[in-house]
Structures are given as C-alpha cells and as structure tokens.
T-cell receptor
Framework: DAGVTQSPTHLIKTRGQHVTLRCSPI?????VSWYQQVLGQGPQFIFQ???????GRGNFPDRFSARQFPNYSSELNVNALLLGDSALYLC????????????FGPGTRLTVT | SQQGEEDPQALSIQEGENATMNCSYK?????LQWYRQNSGRGLVHLIL?????REKHSGRLRVTLDTSKKSSSLLITASRAADTASYFC??????????FGTGTSLTVIP
C-alpha cells in the first residue's frame, strides 16, 4: 500500500500570495492532521480532520484553513503569506481521530520570499 | 507554545552504547508517542504508550511513562549508526490536540 502522499514537494511563493497544499492519506485512514515544522523545531499542530469535520485546531491565525474531501484527502490553504510561513508542512493520517499512531508524509517545503 | 520538551537537545554516543532521551509535558494526555525524523523529512512513528500504561517495549526501544511527573523516556539499546536522527515525543491531549516536543538530535558514532 502507498503511504501518505503530499504535493507539491517544494514550492516558492511571494509574500501576500496564497498557497494550497494537498495530502492523500493511507487507504482506509479517515483522519488527516496538518503540522508546520520550522527549521530546527518540532512540528506544530495546525488542524485535525476526521470524517470531513474539523476535530482539532492549533494556535494558528485564520489565514490558515483546511478541508477534507469525501475520499479523505485533504487540502491546507494559507492566505496572505508571510515570510514566517516558510516551513516544512507535514500531513499525517491515522485510522481514527485519536489514540492511534499517525503516519506522516514526506512533507511540502514552502519558501516565502 | 509546544507542549513537550525533550532533554537533552543533542546527544552523541558511540555505536553499541545505549541512548536515553527524556520528554516532559504539561497537561493531561490520552497517549504519548515517539517519532524519529531524518534530515527534516517526514516523521516515522516508533511507539505509542497510552496514559494507563507505564512501560512498553518494541525491539531495541523501551519507553516509560510517568503521568504523575508528566514525563516519558525513550531508551534505545545497542545503538547503531543508522539510529542517527532527531527524536520527538508527541502528546495527544484530551481536546484532540497533538503537541510535539522540541526534539533530541542523536548522533551515533561508528
């Protein structure tokens, strides 16, 4: 079975633009979570979605939004990009919304110039 | 701020030695997990320990959890050069939020 996939692998955007990142979970997994990892730090939780509904939200501004589709894939949208949004964005899937190990994708590296 | 704090921040050991890293957290949790990350890419799940468990083993890994002290430790026995990576603890709190610690960078010298 394929693992968690994310696209694109890497992208460069300009301040003020918006970006959409995509994630496909492992087949059979219904929960998707998004994390932001700034260089040298641990991942910071952004959102968790389960069965297309938001189940958890971290301390991120409203510029960050996400959604989950009927096939359980997910998109993370970031509007009005700031230089500080430059980071590795990680997607993780799990079977359920809690108490299960998460399986991470390779990440999307976003650079904002 | 992040929930977890790992200690030490960095650790260098000789191949064959044991490596111990610790994690402290702040609030009540459902479970605690340890992950490994190579070169800033995706994280690999190592082991999950639930809040009602005190110790768990998986191969060369041993994890302990002390909920009264809000702390956990990861022991890697008989380390190998391939164990060189960053290790993170992650907690899931009762509000369905996940928090990662700051990480321990482990270097195993052949």
């Amino acid at each position: 079975d394929a693992g968690v996939t994310q696209s694109p692998t890497h992208l460069i955007k300009t301040r003020g633009q918006h970006v959409t990142l995509r994630c496909s979970p492992i087949s059979g997994h219904k929960s998707v979570s998004w994390y932001q990892q700034v260089l040298g730090q641990g991942p910071q939780f952004i959102f968790q979605y389960y069965e297309k509904e938001e189940r958890g939200r971290g301390n991120f501004p409203d510029r960050f939004s996400a959604r989950q589709f009927p096939n359980y894939s997910s998109e993370l949208n970031v509007n009005a990009l700031l230089l500080g949004d430059s980071a590795l964005y990680l997607c993780a899937s799990s079977e359920d919304s809690h108490s299960y190990e998460q399986y991470f994708g390779p990440g999307t590296r976003l650079t904002v110039t | 701020s992040q929930q977890g704090e790992e200690d030490p921040q960095a650790l260098s050991i000789q191949e064959g030695e044991n490596a111990t890293m610790n994690c402290s957290y702040k609030t009540s949790i459902n479970n605690l997990q340890w992950y490994r990350q190579n070169s800033g890419r995706g994280l690999v799940h190592l082991i999950l320990i639930r809040s009602n468990e005190r110790e768990k083993h998986s191969g060369r890994l041993r994890v302990t959890l002390d909920t009264s002290k809000k702390s956990s430790s990861l022991l890697i026995t008989a380390s190998r050069a391939a164990d060189t990576a960053s290790y993170f603890c992650a907690t899931e709190n009762t509000g369905n939020q996940f928090y990662f610690g700051t990480g321990t960078s482990l270097t195993v010298i052949p």
